[in-house]
């Protein structure tokens, strides 16, 4: 028997700091983060989350796994139906940027 995560994602705050640790582990890697909220939509249900989301089960399954490749609205939109949303914060202070000027 095979072990998936999704079988120990059991509520609202183990989903969102497992989103949370798959971040902190794997930076920018779009693919681990696509996987994880995959993860945690099988263990909420792919059916009910399609459903929330307004997206076919099928294209949710494919934008999801490893291989996919979903919009930004896609990722908003399962966000939101898994119960879940987006926060940004500053990481450091921002450096000032000079102006850039136009030419023409």
Do not use: C, H
């Amino acid at each position: 028997m095979l072990w998936d995560v999704a079988d120990y994602l059991t509520s609202p705050t183990e989903m969102a700091l497992y989103f949370e640790a798959t971040f902190e582990e794997f930076g920018y890697d779009g693919r681990a983060l696509i996987r994880a909220l995959g993860d945690i939509a099988r263990a909420q249900g792919m059916t009910g989350v399609a459903k929330r989301s307004g997206l076919g089960r099928e294209s949710l399954y494919k934008a999801l796994s490893g291989d996919g490749n979903p919009s930004f609205d896609t990722v908003l939109r399962v966000l939101d139906a898994l119960g879940l949303q987006l926060t940004v914060k500053v990481s450091q202070p921002a450096r000032k940027r000079r102006p850039t000027r136009r030419r023409g």
